[in-house]
């Protein structure tokens, strides 16, 4: 297997070429987990692997709680199922903890501070509400508990580790928070070490292949823990030596056939990219090797050649188009351009948009 094969097998593997899903939370079910901090993005990157759905089919998706979002694993938001949240939720909760304890006392917050807002949180959403983060803080401040900007962020983050709350409704374009037992009544809960092996086993058929290290990055767990996963979920899977490094992937992951050249505009934190630690099988030869100018390429959303990212993208949307401005490094060629505009006006059609590409 060579990097070229790797980068392929990924595409496939997480359904970016081969055979699409048939609905947006089969795709949040495939991936365990789907990185959402930047919404429209990850709507973007969930339609890219649903045939013939559009940003409004994604959203219905995410506003019934099809699809919930949360602060879960290294952590940040992700899409998750669920079926699955509170058991990830579960899995997660002391290293995520453990990571935010700095800010917790330079916000003046333990355990007795939170059993109050726990409380009083629990409270203001009980009987189906779907409030917006500054209304849960109007709530708080009810209660007596001082709850603005950060340390209100810290509190409804704390709520939501300690699978309280999760994603609610979209009220307009505003994001809302809902009691989790109200919005995941059949969520199930997994003893730790089967919790290990169940995300370790989906995320290597889904991501794979892979490194443990790039588990370990994407779980937010550690090394150690990404080895012991293996452990126990290792009759699942295979392994392959590329480059002194081993890759874990499942058996039924054939290297992909796809039509050459074949672009995708993937958004900036899609997971064929951020679920991985090294990126050395994902990165082009044509990128930047100064360290600001590769990260001022790919601060941008990532625009994807055979598997391998090239360059970056942006948009902007005015009256009903959308206009995708380019950051690569070389010229593309005649066919490399028509997969380009290919992708460019898949794109259009998931916003319901006419498209233009760098006013060409």
């Known amino acids: 297997m060579t990097t070229a094969e790797i980068a392929r097998r990924r595409l496939q593997n997480e359904h970016l070429i081969g055979t699409p899903f048939k609905k947006p939370e089969d795709v949040v079910q495939w991936l365990c987990a789907v990185q959402a901090q930047d919404y429209p993005g990850a709507k973007w990157g969930v339609g890219q ?13 995410y506003t019934s709680g099809k699809i919930l979002r949360t602060h879960v694993m290294r952590p940040t938001w992700h899409f998750v199922m669920p079926a699955d949240i509170r058991w990830m939720l579960d899995l997660s909760a002391l290293r995520v903890k453990a990571m935010m304890a700095t800010y917790d006392r330079q916000l003046e917050l333990d355990s007795s501070v939170y059993k109050r807002t726990n409380v009083a ?18 709530a708080l401040e009810s209660a007596g508990i001082a709850a ?43 003893a730790r ?5 169940e995300l370790t086993r989906r995320f290597f058929t889904s991501h794979g292949p892979a490194l443990p290290q790039d588990f370990a990055w994407w779980s937010g767990l550690t090394v150690a823990d990404a080895k012991a996963g293996l452990e126990m979920a290792n009759k699942h899977l295979l392994r392959e030596v590329v480059d002194g490094k081993t890759y874990w992937f499942s058996p039924s992951s054939a290297t992909a056939r796809m039509k050459d050249p074949t672009i995708h505009l993937l958004p900036n934190y899609d997971e064929y990219l951020i679920a991985y630690r090294d990126h ?4 082009g030869e044509s990128l930047p090797t100064g360290s600001a100018a590769l990260y001022d390429m790919l ?54 948009m006419t498209v233009t590409v760098d006013g060409r």
């Open 193 to 197: 070490d089967e919790a290990l092996a």
């Open 299 to 352: 601060a941008r959303h990532i625009v994807v050649l055979n598997g391998r990212v090239i360059g970056g993208w942006r948009s902007t949307t005015k009256k009903g188009e959308v206009s995708i401005e380019l950051k690569l490094p070389v010229q593309l060629s005649g066919p490399q351009k028509e997969a380009l505009h290919t992708a460019a006006e898949r794109y259009g059609r998931f916003l319901g």
């Open 148 to 190: 603005r900007g950060r340390r209100l962020g810290h509190i409804v983050h704390r709520a939501e580790i300690e699978a309280l709350i999760c994603s609610g409704e979209l009220r307009g374009k505003q994001h809302t928070y809902a009691l989790l037992d109200e919005r995941a009544p059949g969520a199930k809960t997994l």
């Open 280 to 283: 050395s099988a994902s990165l």
């Open 49 to 61: 692997r649903v045939k013939g759905f559009v940003d409004a089919d994604v959203e219905q998706a």
């Open 121 to 138: 949180i629990v409270k203001a959403l009980q009987g189906g509400a779907h409030l917006i983060r500054a209304e849960l803080g109007d």
